[in-house]
Nanobody, 123 residues
Framework: QVQLVESGGGLVQAGGSLRLSCAAS????????MGWFRQVPGKEREFVAT????????YYADFVTGRFTISRDNVKNMVYLQMSSLKPEDTAVYHC????????????????WGQGTQVTVSS
C-alpha cells in the first residue's frame, strides 16, 4: 500500500515557476515507478512525466519537455515536479501516482493516486 500527498501548487504568473512535491508512505516506495498527471474539469486526466524507481529514466509529455523536470528522493520518499516557463494552459490539478510496473504514460498502469494540488497560471 502506498499513500500519496501532493503539495506546492498555487497561483503563479505566466513565465513563472513552481515546484510540486509528492510525499509517499510505505516501505516499498523505492520499487515503484512514479508519475505526474494533470486534469482540468471536463477533460481526461493527461500524462505529464514519469520516472523509474532508480531515477535513472525519465519521460515527458511533448508539451512539457524542456520546461518541467521530474525527480525523486528514495531516502525521503518524495517525488518532485519542477515546473518553469509556465503557461496559462498548464492550469490544472496535478496528481502524482505510483506504478508497480515502472515508468509508464498510461493512467491504467498506475496503482495509487494522490488527491492532487491545484496549479493556476495567470496570463
Amino acid at each position: 500500500q502506498v499513500q500519496l500527498v501532493e503539495s506546492g501548487g498555487g497561483l503563479v504568473q505566466a513565465g513563472g515557476s513552481l515546484r510540486l512535491s509528492c510525499a509517499a508512505s510505505g516501505r516499498t516506495f523505492s520499487s515503484y515507478g512514479m508519475g505526474w498527471f494533470r486534469q482540468v474539469p471536463g477533460k481526461e486526466r493527461e500524462f505529464v512525466a514519469t520516472i523509474s524507481w532508480s531515477g535513472e529514466r525519465t519521460y515527458y509529455a511533448d508539451f512539457v519537455t524542456g520546461r518541467f523536470t521530474i525527480s525523486r528522493d528514495n531516502v525521503k520518499n518524495m517525488v518532485y515536479l519542477q515546473m518553469s516557463s509556465l503557461k496559462p494552459e498548464d492550469t490544472a490539478v496535478y496528481h502524482c501516482a505510483a506504478a508497480r510496473s515502472g515508468t509508464d504514460s498510461r493512467k491504467a498502469a498506475y496503482d495509487y493516486w494522490g488527491q492532487g494540488t491545484q496549479v493556476t497560471v495567470s496570463s
